[in-house]
């Protein structure tokens, strides 16, 4: 007996990565599975192909699992609703999606163009909204449905050179716990990932120095995509049913429960404040309580268990 027993699994970005682990952990714990795959580039910048997406259903099938493939984009709203009537055709329904499709274009944000910057969003940010906003009556209806959205950290904490994906990324944020919150009363779910892993895309980011050499390094040996999938699946199963609206992040073998923002401190000013008194009164006392700006790395400095 698998935790999905019974049930169907839309998997983007299905044919690499976190989301070929996902799918292929996900039949195997059970779920018939939509595999999703554009089969582009990591940019985004071809046409893509079906391959990639078909041969992670074969080998799914070949396992004894049941699965299809299907090579459209994300980004294309109608397509996605396809999606979802080719999981109903073939499987008669679906209950999860699980959405880690993505591409990076990193720059400098004073040198980022404004196709860099659109095509990042459209992939992240309107990808998750297709792909909930199309499936989100059904789950409703059904009074059943689990989302699994994937954020980063490089939106939770900040990295230098991708303004655009962490821009994307803290925007799923939102739109996850919206969607947790609406979603409640009809145990409609909805949790997100920041994960660590070695994939094509994190192969991507220049290495400029040992520091970062070091790090690339860590990553490959020690924080995979499979691990990631573990969790990723979990959150799918009705087991998981009191969790809901929640933000992870998957480190190797090390499962992360990020806080939220909340107020950290407050003052007040019988009076009202002013712009010299907020200058020499308020933001000084606050300062202590800054958060810095630093990168994942200097929140993330050690080896991963």
């Not at 109608?78 to 990076?104: S, W």
């Amino acid at each position: 007996m698998g935790v999905l027993d019974g049930k169907v699994v839309l998997v983007t970005g299905g044919g690499n990565g976190i989301g070929r682990e996902t799918a292929l952990l996900a039949a195997k714990e059970g779920a018939a599975v939509v595999v999703n795959d554009l089969g582009g580039s990591v940019s985004g910048g071809d046409e893509g192909s079906a391959g990639p997406a078909e041969q992670v259903a074969k080998e799914i099938r070949a396992a004894g699992g049941k699965a299809v493939s299907n090579s459209d984009s994300v980004t294309d709203y109608d397509a996605v609703v396809g999606m979802v009537e080719q999981a109903k055709k073939e499987f008669g329904g679906l209950h999860a999606v699980v959405n880690p499709a993505g591409i990076l274009r990193d720059g400098m944000f004073h040198k980022m163009s404004w196709e860099d910057w659109k095509a990042v969003i459209d992939v992240h940010l309107h990808g998750a909204f297709n792909v909930t906003r199309a499936t989100v009556e059904l789950f409703r209806e059904q009074q059943n449905g689990s989302y699994v959205l994937f954020t980063s950290t490089s939106g939770l904490i900040g990295n230098i050179g991708q303004a655009n994906y962490a821009a994307a990324k803290l925007g799923v944020m939102g739109l996850s716990r919206i969607i947790a919150m609406e979603g409640a009363i009809k145990n409609v779910r909805s949790n997100i990932i920041a994960p660590f892993a070695w994939t094509r895309m994190i192969a991507t980011i220049p290495i400029k120095d040992e520091a970062s050499a070091q790090r690339v390094e860590r990553m490959k040996n020690a924080m995979r995509a499979d691990q990631v999938a573990q969790l990723a699946v979990a959150l799918c199963s009705d087991k998981a049913k009191d969790t809901n609206g929640q933000i992870f992040a998957v480190r190797g073998n090390e499962v992360f429960l990020f806080n939220q923002p909340r107020p950290v401190r407050a003052l007040g000013m019988r009076e009202g404040w002013t712009p010299d008194t907020l200058l020499d009164v308020a933001l000084p006392a606050m300062k202590a309580n800054y958060t810095d700006v630093g990168a994942t790395a200097s929140v993330f400095p050690y080896d991963p268990v």
